[in-house]
């Protein structure tokens, strides 16, 4: 596994998640499995004990040395890579989320460098190399081009996280990473040619997977497809959408480390106990009868937040003032947005707006709300709303990517969830209306609901076997 993070020791996003618990996950299934990741600045290298390893790469036309940490983790081993481009950094990607460091090219090149030089120094060939998002995006390539062959019978796989965020360089970069260059390389035409690390793999890896069915379908549309659709389109017969899984021992209301009251869906009473802490912990009115819906978010586009707060007046604002609703958001982004959010909540006091990124919050909106709302333009998986289905919190979910894989719509006789389709400020305001409507209107079928959604399994098993299904297939071809 090749991943520019994966937690505990490193995390922006769902990214860390997936590379660990999936690499967990495949071990459990008795595979040797091996995760290489930066060693940042941020990371804690404390339990890591360093490798008798320094091997010289070549990137910028010189040699650079990286070196490797080494520990065993739940069942895998971690690499870690040291090299001043990660261990003198602050940030991940960027010192912010809005500034990018400019040679990052570079530094993701080197890391797929420093992992097929691993391999070969310690003798190691594995039989796949999975590489996750754009920042593996030039290892099938350089796995395939290696001089010596090394890597002949070892397969490739690539993972799409998000098709959205695609690795695009100069083409000047690109020379300067000391590889073999190819058109497969290059996206655009003209002035308009620029690298692209995700391109490179699609272009070049055995398989190509995603975070679920319905996403692997959408990018290959022009609306989502980010300018690659028609490429996923050519490679159509070995791109497969896999459902991610989650990590059901952090979340789970029967034993979550950071609550101290607990719940089953034999007995939800704890649910009404943490509801009320919720109100309190956000300021919102201690009110038993009233519904709470929470959101925990990026506060971008994609999330929705565009249809949520334009117009006069909004579609947030119409939904705290028509509705019998207590509304909870939790998360940073966007800051004319974060402006707007705060401007509503002074407004109504059924409205908390904190901008703020808090795991220990997160876990309480989950396990307080009764609604969790995730409008989202697009969504490869989503991780909340299988929280939310955890935790007894009925999602109100576009129908999207894999919202739409993980959520049955409460039209059906199974159903966990709402449902809407049309991405503007009415359908959100409609769901929500048919959520509080049902909230008021039948509490048995309400407490049903929780229920079928809490046995749902989203366990990482389920993902480990399809994946391990995909990689038998591809290695005994």
Known sequence: MVSSEAVPFSKSGGLADVAT???????????????????????????????????????????????????QHSGITVYLVTHPSFTTRKGIYGDTSFAPYADNL????????????????????PDILHGHDWTAGFLPALAKDDPQKTFAHTKTVFTIHNLAYQGEFSRCDLLLADIPVSAKMLAGSGLHKKANMMKAALESADIITTVSPTYAKEIQGEEQGCGLDALLRSRSAVLTGILNGIDTDEWSPEKDALLDVHYSSADLSGKAVLKNRLQKRFSLPIDDSVPVIGMISRIAEQKGFVELCQGSPCTLEQIVTDLPVQLVIIGTGDKAIEEKLTTLAELHPNLSVNLIFSNEAAHLVEAGSDFFLMPSRYEPCGLNQMYSLRYGTIP??????????????????????????????????????????????????????????????????????????????????
């Open 21 to 71: 618990s999936l690499s967990m996950a495949l071990a459990g299934l008795g595979n040797d499995v091996r995760l290489i990741l930066p060693c940042y600045g941020s990371t804690d290298d404390s339990a890591f004990t360093e490798m008798p390893v320094r091997l010289e790469l070549p990137i910028s036309s010189r040699s650079e040395t990286v070196g490797y940490l080494q520990k």
């Open 396 to 477: 109100i979910a576009r129908r999207t990517g894999g919202l739409a894989d993980s959520i049955v719509d409460i039209g059906s006789p199974e159903g966990t969830g709402i449902l809407f389709d049309s991405m503007t400020g009415v359908a959100i305001h409609d769901a929500v209306r048919q959520a509080v409507d049902l909230y008021y209107g039948d509490t048995q079928l309400v407490s049903a609901i929780r229920k079928r959604g809490m046995a749902v399994d989203f366990t990482w098993m389920n993902s480990a076997e399809a994946y391990m299904h995909v990689y038998s297939k591809i290695h005994k071809g």
């Open 106 to 125: 570079l530094r993701y090149t080197l890391l797929s460098k420093a992992a097929l030089a691993l391999c070969k120094e310690i003798g190691w060939i």
